[in-house]
């Protein structure tokens, strides 16, 4: 199985500025073949089921606000909030889905206002 | 709109059974791959079970491979999955969860999901 690893397990960062969550896959999520990573990110409030923000590493899901992103390649990933509101006080979860259908997700990274 | 409803979580004993279903409405549900996707309390999420948009192809986690059964009902637009042999470590949030496209390619990552269902295995 593909094992996914999160850092850091929580950060905390003053509104307006940026945070970054690292992904790291134990191997390649690329697929050579139409060079797309197999990656998604999702965010979750407490109570709420998870939401899709970013699907093939990079592209945001429709109604995601732009300060959302994601990049990387291979087995490296990132998920980066440009500008930190207080709306996105939440857990973000990376998943890998080259390996399917044997889908796993990383940890979770906590997300609060400094 | 798209809608996804579980139901059938509750309390049990080890070792008991329960079956919990979706319902999905808003969409053709006999097009989609479907998944269930559980969380432990506290804890992060786990793909459980996958099911192509027949039903001929199934796969499990390991944790519940041989306890676990999923199926779907194209006529009912409706998801289940059949849980025996339930462990306190089976305690979770269960969530069905439908992909954005009816592509296999996009199987494996989900843009709807249900509010879930709790199931509390404790003697």
């Known amino acids: 199985d593909i094992v996914m690893t999160q850092s850091p397990d929580s950060l905390a960062v003053s509104l307006g500025e940026r945070a970054t969550i690292n992904c790291k896959s134990s191997?390649?999520?690329?697929?050579?073949?139409?060079?797309?990573?197999?990656l998604a990110w999702y965010q979750q409030k407490p109570g709420q089921p998870p939401k899709l923000l970013i699907y093939?590493?990079?592209t945001r899901e429709s109604g995601v606000p732009d300060r959302f992103s994601g990049s990387g390649s291979g087995t490296d990933f990132t998920l980066t909030i440009s500008s930190l509101q207080a709306e996105d006080v939440a857990v973000y979860y990376c998943?890998?889905?080259?390996?399917?259908?044997?889908?796993?997700f990383g940890p979770g990274t906590k997300v609060d206002i400094k | 709109q798209v809608q996804l409803v579980e139901s059938g979580g509750g309390l049990v004993k080890p070792g008991g059974s329960l079956r919990l279903s979706c319902a999905a409405s808003?969409?053709?549900?006999?097009?989609?791959?479907m998944s269930w996707i559980r969380q432990a309390p506290g804890k992060g999420l786990e793909w459980v079970s996958y099911?192509?948009?027949?039903?001929?192809?199934?796969y499990y986690a390991d944790s519940v491979k041989g306890r676990f059964t999923i199926s779907r009902d194209n006529a009912k637009n409706s998801l289940y999955l059949q849980m025996n042999s339930l462990r306190a470590e089976d305690t979770a949030v269960y969530y069905c969860?439908?992909?954005?496209?009816?592509?296999?390619?996009?199987?494996?990552?989900?843009?709807?999901w249900g509010q879930g269902t709790l199931v509390t295995v404790s003697s």
């Open positions: 808003g969409f053709t549900f006999s097009d989609y791959y």
């Open positions: 099911i192509s948009s027949s039903g001929s192809t199934i």
């Open positions: 093939w590493a990079s």
């Open positions: 998943q890998q889905y080259y390996s399917t259908p044997l889908f796993t």
């Open positions: 191997q390649s999520v690329l697929y050579s073949s139409n060079n797309k990573n197999y």
């Open positions: 969860a439908r992909p954005p496209t009816s592509d296999y390619d996009s199987s494996g990552y989900w843009d709807y």
